[in-house]
């Protein structure tokens, strides 16, 4: 069985999507149909800013999801999952990719997704650091012992974590971490995503969310929040919902995938993050990618 997946924020890099616009007349559409559904220039961001521009998330969610979305669409019929799952925004990207949501609602919703996200960032002096080398409790027991606001975010591989929070808590974490660590290194992000800072925009969120139409997807979608399978819209969306504050159980979502039948990994969207974390999940899976 055929799995896709698509990646989320921290992927993205200055000149994505350029050379797809410059090569296939579809993805031409898509992105000339995001500028006048965004009411700003995502191109001219994506194509010339710096990493500094992409960095801030009212930039770099949509900037992944256009990338991600017109990358499976230019595959035509070569786009043929049996299942699929997203990191992160990268869910919202699967989504669409498998006629959940259309194109201009997916857009609509991540923009209004990264800018409450923006707001919090704004406001709060939070980030992420990726631990690894360290086991999950030991990360999340160092998380408990530090003053302030630092929790696990993501569950990406084994002795592979991601922490959220505070950044005066995070440095204090990772000075904690590093003696037992491989390495710990701060991530290219703007906030404290999947931890309780993002607790205010949960309901502006939800809003969004039941004001959008979902269809029911045409194959199962494993979800961040407990990396099961789902076709049903309203868990599909209550999900959702919940992955703002909840960790990303990147690990369990794979082994999950594999022990349903998967045995092939197709990444579509910036990098090969995902890839190498199924890799590192399980050796014996076949893993490719569309970037």
């Known amino acids: 069985m055929h799995a896709f997946v698509f990646p989320g924020q921290g992927t993205q890099f200055p000149g994505m999507g350029k050379k797809l616009y410059g090569t296939s007349k579809l993805a031409q559409e898509y992105f000339d149909g995001a500028n006048d559904i965004l009411g700003f220039s995502i191109t001219d961001v994506m194509f010339e800013g710096s990493a500094k521009d992409l960095k801030q998330t009212k930039f770099s969610q949509p900037a992944i999801f256009l ?61 992420m650091a990726v631990v690894i080398g360290l086991y999950d409790v030991i990360v999340k027991n160092i998380c408990n012992q530090v003053d302030g606001v630092v929790v696990p975010a993501n569950y990406n591989a084994l002795r592979q974590v991601v922490i ?18 491989v390495s710990v290194v701060n991530l290219p992000v703007s906030g404290a995503f999947h931890s309780p800072y993002m607790e205010p925009i949960v309901e502006e969120f939800k809003a969004a969310v039941d004001e959008t139409q979902f ?33 990303v159980m990147w690990r369990h979502t794979i082994l999950h995938m594999i022990e349903d039948g998967a045995t092939e990994f197709t990444e579509i969207g910036p990098g090969n993050l995902l890839r190498g974390l199924v890799r590192q999940i399980d050796k014996k899976v076949k893993t490719n990618g569309v970037s």
């Open 164 to 181: 959220s929070g505070e950044k005066k808590a995070i440095k204090e974490a990772c000075e904690k971490l590093k003696p037992g660590a």
């Open 215 to 247: 269809k029911t997807p045409r194959c199962p979608i494993y979800q961040n929040v407990a990396g099961r399978p789902s076709t049903d819209v309203d868990l599909i969306k209550k999900n959702l919902i919940d992955q703002l504050t909840h960790p």
């Open 67 to 127: 990338h991600s979305y017109i990358l499976a669409k230019d595959l035509g019929t070569k786009f043929n999952p049996d299942m699929v799952a997203g990191h992160s925004l990268g869910e919202l990207s699967a989504l669409a990719a498998i006629d959940a949501l259309d194109f201009e609602s997916a857009l609509k919703l991540i923009s209004k997704r990264a800018s409450a996200m923006q707001k919090v960032c704004e406001v709060e002096n939070t980030g």
